[in-house]
């Protein structure tokens, strides 16, 4: 067996095939200054955040009825000039609506019975379900009384 000298100096190897690998005294040391230096750092970053002026917002929280319907007050005066379904749906603000999941959904069907409106893809992307037939697609009315069917044989209005 040869006998050779490991990282660690007066010290035969045990395993000469792995003598390649560092020696857990020098890994530590490399964890360590590691260590000294994040700690360092976040002493920096404390005192960047710590004279870095901020800007705060206040943001009320709406309930979820309220932030409803402001979303679909922003959606109908931005959409007011669009001709396109597809363009309307892709505002932002439609999109929020339909990412209030499944919570929206009485509120749209509720919507809809009193101010119908173009809710009928939300209803979609968030249900899954699409109770308009194919001969009624693009009428208002016929969309509308689909939906409101819909809502009240499934028990939500």
Request: glycine share 4%.
């Amino acid at each position: 067996m040869l006998n050779i000298e490991s990282y660690e100096i007066g010290r035969p190897s045990k395993f000469p095939e792995k003598d390649w690998l560092p020696s857990p005294k020098s890994a530590y040391q490399k964890y360590t200054r590691g260590l000294k230096r994040r700690r360092r750092n976040r002493t920096d970053i404390d005192e960047y955040h710590e004279h870095t002026p901020r800007i705060c917002s206040v943001e009320t929280i709406d309930s979820l009825p309220q932030k409803f319907k402001r979303l679909l007050a922003e959606w109908q005066e931005e959409s007011i000039v669009m001709s396109s379904i597809t363009e309307m749906v892709m505002l932002p603000s439609y999109q929020a609506i339909i990412g209030m999941g499944p919570a929206a959904v009485r509120l749209i069907l509720n919507e809809l019975k009193h101010d119908p409106d173009y809710l009928f893809w939300a209803l979609e992307a968030i249900t899954g379900a699409n109770p308009v037939l194919p001969e009624d697609e693009g009428n208002l009315d016929r969309m509308t009384k689909a939906w409101i069917k819909w809502g009240q044989e499934n028990r939500i209005i």
